[in-house]
């Protein structure tokens, strides 16, 4: 009875730290990961895309563009092609561990952002 929430909670934990590991290695600050709306924020820094693209998150169906374009810049960003960013997006639980415990080094988003001051 107690066993699913808790292995839910795992995996969200064990989300947080890929991600937290991921936003390091781009230079921004890890942190942001555990807040909701700024770590889309973060995200779309890294794939090098404006940060007013996060209103477009709240149009419907747009959204879902949205979400496919950054996560191929994202993965663009880590040296990765469109098959990782395929996997970012519909295997997110196999392909952030990947990307957060593998030697992959941030090469720049679009347009290369400097990292946040600490």
Same mark, same amino acid.
């Given at each position: &009875?107690?066993?699913? *929430? ?24 890890? #942190? ?8 889309? +924020?973060?995200? @779309?820094?890294?794939?090098?895309? *404006?940060? #007013?693209? @996060?209103?477009? +998150? ?5 959204? @879902? ?5 950054? &996560? ?26 990947? @990307? ?5 080094? +941030? ?9 946040? *001051?600490?």
């Amino acid at each position: &009875m107690f066993l699913v *929430p808790l292995f839910c909670l795992a995996i969200v934990v064990f989300y947080i730290i890929c991600l937290w590991k991921v936003f390091e290695k781009a230079g921004q600050p890890g #942190w942001a990961a555990i807040i909701p709306i700024y770590n889309l +924020y973060i995200i @779309l820094k890294i794939a090098g895309r *404006p940060g #007013w693209w @996060l209103l477009l +998150y709240f149009v419907p169906v747009v959204n @879902l563009v949205i979400s496919i374009i950054v &996560m191929i810049d994202f993965a663009k960003a880590f040296g990765k092609g469109v098959g990782f960013a395929l996997g970012l997006i519909f295997l997110g639980i196999i392909f952030y561990p990947l @990307l957060a415990f593998s030697d992959d080094t +941030y090469t720049g988003g679009k347009a290369a952002i400097p990292p946040l *001051p600490a």
